[in-house]
């Protein structure tokens, strides 16, 4: 499940095989697309922990903790329904807006042991010279960028360091950060080199992830599992190179339709114009399309865990 800005949860009945293949599509994209980086025998950092939720930016992406030999998460608290639907301003009555108080003052107590644990963990890493993955929310990073600074503190993981980023970059138009922009900071500060800074495009329903190229981090789309499209204002289908409302058919799905028109604006290429994969991929900028109120799961987390507050 996911949910918005409204606190109201998108629920969606996936069965056993719908999640295995969900779980297959995402590891096969990401491994590919960092390989020959990604191997076994490192150390991955994931920033939800998949048994402690049942939220898609958790579940999602436990097939991860399989990737690696050595896995480390960030949350460590069970993140329930009620929980993200409090923090999302989604508060029923006046004993509920006290407990969403109650649960963002512990998430934030929580976020400063995060926050250590993570700045830990990357000097651990530098010393012992192995290979980092980290798996995180956009907010979550630039956070940490921001005590890095005030800390004057950074790490060279030029040779031994990835990053993937997921869960939406979808937040409020103040505060976006072109990807561009924000691999130049990861680059400051942990130097880990573009072509390894990636970012996921998914939702919660979709059973796959449409994982950046290396090469021009445009977002690729696994087109023997998705049908993808773009739709105008009537809903009609637009060509390629146009800017519209991103919908797909999703062939993975067996326990739900998979016809899904997402709130969403996108700009649909047939074929990636700086590397040779096949298929069409969407350029790297995803927005809200207009009127569309703000969702995603990394929104959820960012709320939940007041990351965005000094």
């Not at 890493?125 to 979550?140: A, H, T």
Request: net charge neutral.
């Amino acid at each position: 499940m996911s949910s918005g800005t409204s606190g109201k949860h998108t629920f969606i009945p996936r069965d056993a095989d719908t999640i295995r293949r969900a779980s297959y599509s995402i590891a096969k994209n990401l491994v590919s697309m960092l390989y020959p980086f990604w191997e076994y025998n490192m150390v991955m950092y994931k920033q939800t922990d998949p048994s402690g939720t049942n939220l898609w930016v958790g579940k999602a992406g436990a097939v991860f903790t399989e990737l690696a030999r050595e896995v480390r998460v960030g949350t460590k608290i069970r993140i329930t329904p009620k929980m993200v639907r409090l923090s999302m301003g989604g508060a029923r009555s006046f004993i509920e807006r006290i407990e969403g108080r109650i649960i963002r003052s512990i998430a934030k107590r929580h976020r400063e042991k995060m926050v250590d644990d993570f700045i830990n963990l990357l000097e651990e890493m530098e010393k012992k010279d192995v290979k980092l993955g980290l798996i995180v929310q956009p907010s979550f990073m630039n956070m940490i960028m921001k005590i890095l600074e005030q800390r004057s503190l950074k790490f060279n993981f030029s040779k031994n360091g990835a990053m993937l980023t997921g869960g939406g970059w979808k937040i409020s138009e103040s505060e976006r950060i072109p990807h561009e922009g924000y691999r130049e900071k990861v680059g400051e500060f942990l130097s880990i080199p573009d072509e390894r800074i990636l970012d996921l495009y998914g939702m919660v329903e979709c059973n796959t992830g449409m994982i950046q190229c290396s090469e021009g981090h445009y977002l690729h789309i696994p087109y023997s599992q998705i049908y993808p499209m773009v739709l105008d204002e009537n809903l009609e289908p637009k060509g390629y190179g146009e800017v519209g409302r991103f919908a797909f058919l999703d062939s993975l799905a067996s326990s739900y339709p998979g016809f899904i028109i997402t709130g969403d604006e996108v700009k649909l290429l047939e074929h990636c114009p700086v590397c040779d994969r096949p298929g069409p991929v969407l350029e790297p900028e995803v927005k809200r399309a207009k009127g569309e109120e703000v969702r995603g799961c990394a929104e959820e987390m960012r709320r939940l865990f007041s990351i965005s507050e000094d």
